[in-house]
């Protein structure tokens, strides 16, 4: 394995914890610690020590997918974001299948209503794959048609529906899917 010379989050926070378990240590000795620990190519500075020590809360506060990651980017729309991870997380409660394709459209919904104009992103495949790795999302496999599902038609549609099954029985009411 090629040795590598730049920290995980995880690993600052192992080096966090380390000094607070040797608190006699000093930063020099840290440094070599995780070097030999982490199989660096060459002795972290002193002042990167330094700054990892300061920021030992911002690494306990991460989730791990944020330990995983080299450094931190700041997302660009924060609200976008957070709107949009909430939508997906009430779509998986309702066990909806969402296609990479259906979420980048529903971010560019999203992304109009917050009138971003010209800062408005992309929306690409990578876009979409950092916004699962940021949140944890896995792609879930669709079999049948559900994946293929009008969201939108199913909301307009669904009180439509519901007024018409009021003339029935619970009992006489099935839903039915292709074999």
Known sequence: MKPSS?????????????????PSIKQSALANWAMQEFKLSKVPTQGTISNILAKRQQYES????????????AVKHPELDNVLANWVLQCQARRVA??????????????????????TPEFSNGWLAKFNIRHGFKAQKSYGESGSAD?????????TIKE???????QDIYNMDET
């Open 62 to 73: 991460m989730d791990s997918a944020e330990l995983t990651s080299k450094r931190q980017r």
């Open 6 to 22: 730049s920290l995980s989050n995880d690993q600052k926070l192992k080096i966090c914890h380390h000094k607070a378990a040797n």
């Open 98 to 119: 969402l296609s990479g394709d259906l979420i980048k459209e529903k971010a560019r919904q999203f992304a109009r209503q917050l009138e971003l104009g010209e800062r």
């Open 151 to 159: 969201l939108d038609a199913i909301d307009r549609n669904m009180p």
């Open 164 to 170: 018409k099954l009021q003339s029935y029985s619970l």
